[in-house]
């Protein structure tokens, strides 16, 4: 009954390599986020999704491709990663487009770039 | 731009006693606060979100109150427990922006 839910949990890979994290969320829910948490614990927004329009996009590298099939869904791609991607991406989601409603998180993929 | 600041860093209390936690924010324009707590290798869960017209919400021994015009927010735990241990992340929603700015955290150990 995981509310949001995200594959793989971790994902170490080579500097260069292209790979996907995925995002799917059960609560019924209109908008989607991904956050990064670096080796500082500092979360930050990266991408937000509603009702799989991207209403959120941070100056993040182009590398990074949010993609979102349908509303429960929002799958994160990165190409050619770097060392410096490394760290643990977190899903969320809530009711509505802005944070007017509590945001539930996924578990986490904790991504090494080696 | 909204900036979100935690003090202290971490703490250390023996169970059974109360605590503040403090969360301090820039821009006064959000639309709410909310206080998360993460566990080691876990993910975040919503402990208390209190809206921008409200003063404080409460939950069991946790109480959270909010003053925009100082940019102030404190969480206030009763008797604390060895499982209160964690991270605790407060996070601003932004009116001007849409977003959720986080504090860099209060990690906390209750001793036994």
């Known amino acids: 009954d995981t509310a949001v839910s995200q594959t793989p949990k971790y994902l170490v890979t080579q500097m260069g390599n292209d790979k996907s994290i995925k995002c799917e969320q059960n609560?019924?829910?209109?908008?989607m986020y991904w956050y990064k948490q670096d080796s500082k614990k500092f979360l930050k927004i990266m991408f937000s999704?509603?009702?799989?329009?991207?209403?959120i996009n941070e100056t993040v590298p182009n590398r990074f491709s949010p993609k979102s099939p349908d509303k429960a869904h929002l799958n994160l791609h990165i190409n050619s990663l770097e060392l410096g991607d490394s760290a643990v991406y977190f899903c969320?989601?809530?009711?509505?487009?802005?944070?007017?409603?509590?945001?539930?998180f996924g578990p986490g993929t904790r991504l090494l770039v080696l | 731009k909204q900036e979100v600041t935690q003090i202290p860093a971490a703490l250390s209390v023996p169970e059974g006693e109360n605590l503040v936690l403090n969360c301090s924010f820039t821009d006064s324009a959000i639309y709410n606060l909310q206080w998360f707590r993460q566990d080691p290798g876990k993910g975040l869960t919503s402990l208390l979100l209190?809206?921008?017209?409200?003063r404080e919400q409460t939950s069991g021994r946790l109480n959270a109150s909010l003053d925009k015009s100082s940019g102030r927010s404190t969480l206030y735990i009763a008797a604390s427990q060895p499982g209160d241990s964690a991270t605790y992340l407060c996070a601003a929603g932004s009116s001007n922006t849409g977003k959720l700015i986080f504090g860099q955290g209060t990690t906390l150990q209750v001793k036994p």
């Open positions: 609560l019924g829910h209109d908008t």
């Open positions: 999704y509603n009702n799989k329009e991207l209403i």
């Open positions: 209190i809206q921008s017209s409200q």
């Open positions: 969320a989601s809530n009711g509505g487009p802005r944070y007017q409603e509590t945001q539930y």
